[in-house]
């Protein structure tokens, strides 16, 4: 089982609402990350973890906050987003440890977010 | 964090083999040379990694050069499939570095392939 499985695949938000992404993943890794894919652009790396523990966070606003509650979930909580976070949230998994630059990333399909 | 250039975009014919070149001339010796696709509407897909040597899979082949200032993935045989959006990445392999472990991605390159 090579999969990454992200829920919802579709979410509409208002700017106001508070919502999450959810990730899941089986394959025992221990590196789980978030990107943000706007349209026509490559993806955008926001947040690692590695062991459960947050070990990159690549400036991203607050309105984002990532959770890792086990080594299999990965969470993406959104409140007060604005319409220019509008875009697909990418999940990815990879096993970690020293050699883990070497290890193939794992993504899955992505939500799909519209902020309104 | 070293960077890849990569045409824009490339065109091929179905069943004909393709060359997908990257130029990395920042490439420290820490840095793995990884290529990933991304098919519409999906997430981007491991397709092949080397650190100096050349690599083959059951999808691609990747040459390296010798000085690893440039790398080329090789689709033997293109097929519609194959039609995607392919990003050279450098991924640094040196614990505790500031981009340890990350994986970033730039432009990539537009593959087209013809029937």
């Known amino acids: 089982d090579t999969e990454v499985t992200q829920t919802p695949k579709h979410l509409v938000m208002g700017m106001t609402n508070k919502k999450s992404l959810k990730c899941e993943q089986h394959?025992?890794?221990?590196?789980m990350y978030w990107y943000k894919q706007k349209a026509k652009k490559p993806p955008e790396l926001m947040f690692v973890?590695?062991?459960?523990?947050?070990?990159i966070n690549e400036s991203v606003p607050s309105r984002f906050s990532p959770e890792c509650p086990n080594s299999s979930l990965l969470n993406l909580h959104l409140h007060a987003l604005q319409p220019e976070d509008s875009a697909l949230y990418l999940c990815?998994?990879?096993?970690?440890?020293?050699?883990?630059?070497?290890?193939?990333?794992?993504f899955g399909e992505g939500s799909w977010l519209t902020v309104v | 964090d070293a960077k890849t250039t990569q045409p824009n975009s490339m065109e091929s014919n179905e069943e004909e083999p393709v060359h997908l070149p990257c130029n990395h001339s920042?490439?420290?010796?820490?840095?793995?040379i990884h290529w990933y696709r991304q098919l519409p509407s999906q997430g981007p897909e491991y397709v092949i990694h080397?650190?100096?040597s050349n690599v083959n899979n059951r999808m691609a082949s990747l040459a390296i050069a010798e000085d690893r200032k440039s790398s080329t993935l090789i689709l033997h045989r293109a097929t519609l499939r194959d039609a995607a959006v392919y990003y050279c990445i450098l991924r640094d392999v040196s614990a505790g570095g500031t981009s340890y472990g990350k994986l970033t991605f730039g432009q990539g390159t537009i593959l087209t392939v013809h029937p």
């Open positions: 920042t490439i420290s010796g820490t840095d793995y």
């Open positions: 990815a998994s990879s096993h970690g440890g020293p050699s883990g630059a070497g290890n193939t990333i794992y």
């Open positions: 973890y590695s062991y459960e523990k947050l070990s």
């Open positions: 080397g650190l100096t």
């Open positions: 394959m025992g890794h221990r590196a």
